[in-house]
């Protein structure tokens, strides 16, 4: 029987447990292989980890060490072929290792720490980590914000936003640095440093200079929509990103921060999931493709439109041709020129004003169903077809995510509806009041028209006038006398 090999345990390990949802991602990922030289030395990365950070850092380095306070989640790399410590940060420095020429921990130091450990706060645990790295070294460190927006607007109790990743209880830890600026004062000046929206990063200073509208703001919004996913809501994250970016605030109210000390490679201005871009004289390149620094279509429409300029609008769309963007993430030129890109783009635009509860010119029953992006396509100078907007809307890839003032808004809009409604049932009540008593009325009046006839036909004078008519068709005498004599005898008998 093969003996199974077990990590080397330190102290302040973990057992059974796992770290779910570990850092990582292809923005992280092309970030550091940017950052880092191709012959790093001696590498440890600290804290949960995906397989394409691990991977890429092996690929710079045959030194890794994997410090994973689960047991189970060190046993699950033990084949790897680097050295995978299971323990936590207090109990691998105890060991005093040689130090290291590149330090990572990109998931932060909140998941560095067992139960085993004593009670560090955050400036303790940072020092610790930085002790282990060599003079000059590289060092990388996530830094959550207390402060973002996505906090700010998260509906469930403090309780119940951590879970078990908190052995004590980390956030209430009055060190915890919260700002760019207590940052800087705990770790010292970075050599650069990242706002980390999901998985997008954006270099700080370029962050602090752009503004709604603008690609740079449009980068960071992406990022907070994907951070947002599967947190629930007190109101849409767009609102309050929107209000931080005119006030210049988004590197200050973004979810986190990747700062990075010591000398490394050059590195590119933003990281996204679909790739790195660049700040540059002439606009943002996205690799090909420059996206001048200016604001963004969509942003000059939600303008018109709140100031209801219908013309100065349909000016605007009518400048809109097959393969125009709307905004600088959501890039429908890539699918090509035509009309299924901008359908697509107007269907975003259409979603965005209405699910935003945006002001606008048009009536509310033209916001359900298609007629608005009809119309807005009419004045871009495309005729609209089924298909197009069934293309469209697959292109778009349009999905509302329900938040609490989106709930609130359309509660209000229903109450609106119904009490606009219970108007209208109550004057057609009243309408058909009116009317079924007039009905009645002439009924009566044709009731007492009908007995006043009755009357009539059977009085003396009506009958004597009958006669009379009946006496003056009979031209034979002798017929007449007859006539008179049965009405002389009948006359008698009464």
């Not at 705990?186 to 200079?209: C, D, I, N």
Request: hydrophobic letters at 45%; charged letters at 25%.
């Amino acid at each position: 029987m093969t003996e199974t090999k077990l990590p080397p345990v330190v102290r302040g390990e973990i057992q059974p447990w796992t770290d779910d949802a570990p850092a990582g991602g292809p923005a992280l990922a092309a970030l550091l292989a940017d950052l880092l030289p191709a012959a790093a030395g001696r590498v440890l990365l600290a804290g949960p980890h995906d397989s394409g950070v691990l991977d890429l850092v092996a690929s710079r380095s045959a030194d890794v060490t994997v410090l994973r306070r689960s047991v189970s989640d060190a046993e699950a790399l033990r084949d790897s072929g680097h050295t995978v410590v299971a323990g936590a940060l207090d109990g691998l420095a105890d060991q005093r290792p040689e130090p290291y020429d590149v330090v990572i921990a990109a998931d932060g130091l909140d998941r560095l720490l067992g139960p085993d450990s004593p009670a560090l706060d955050w400036p303790e645990r940072a020092a610790l980590l930085r002790g282990l790295a060599a003079p000059g070294a590289l060092v990388v460190i996530a830094v959550e914000n207390g402060f973002s927006i996505t906090g700010l607007l998260d509906q469930r109790p403090r309780k119940d936003r951590h879970g078990d990743d908190e052995w004590r209880p980390l956030h209430d830890d009055p060190r915890r640095p919260s700002s760019p600026a207590q940052v800087e004062a705990v770790l010292g000046p970075p050599a650069q440093r990242y706002a980390r929206f999901g998985h997008t990063l954006l270099e700080s200073g370029a962050l602090a200079r752009t503004g709604w509208g603008l690609p740079g703001a449009g980068i960071a919004l992406a990022g907070l929509a994907a951070e947002a996913e599967g947190t629930p809501l007190l109101a849409p994250v767009t609102d309050a990103a929107e209000a931080a970016a005119r006030a210049g605030m988004l590197d200050a109210v973004a979810p986190g921060w990747l700062v990075v000390f010591g000398d490394g490679e050059p590195v590119h201005t933003a990281y996204t999931p679909s790739g790195a871009a660049d700040l540059e004289a002439d606009g943002w390149h996205f690799g090909d493709r420059v996206v001048p620094d200016v604001e963004s279509a969509e942003t000059v429409l939600f303008r018109l439109a709140a100031a209801e300029d219908v013309p100065g609008f349909r000016a605007y769309a009518a400048k809109l041709t097959g393969g125009a963007f709307f905004d600088e993430i959501h890039d429908f030129t890539a699918i090509g020129d035509g009309d299924v890109p901008l359908a697509a783009a107007w269907i975003r635009f259409r979603d965005r004003l209405v699910g935003g509860h945006r002001r606008h010119p048009w009536p509310p029953w033209m916001a359900d169903g298609d007629d608005l992006v009809t119309m807005w396509l009419a004045m871009s100078g495309v005729e609209s077809t089924p298909e197009i907007l069934a293309r469209g809307r697959e292109v778009a890839g349009v999905e509302q995510r329900p938040d609490l003032l989106s709930a609130l808004a359309d509660a209000e809009a229903a109450r609106t509806t119904v009490a606009e409604q219970a108007g209208h049932i109550f004057g057609l009540e009243r309408t058909m009041r009116f009317r079924d008593q007039q009905l009645r009325t002439r009924e009566q009046q044709l009731r007492s028209m009908r007995d006043e006839m009755r009357r009539l036909r059977g009085g003396r004078a009506v009958r004597a006038a009958q006669l009379a008519g009946r006496v003056a068709r009979m031209r034979d005498p002798k017929q007449l006398a007859k006539a008179l004599k049965r009405r002389a005898k009948a006359f008698l008998r009464r």
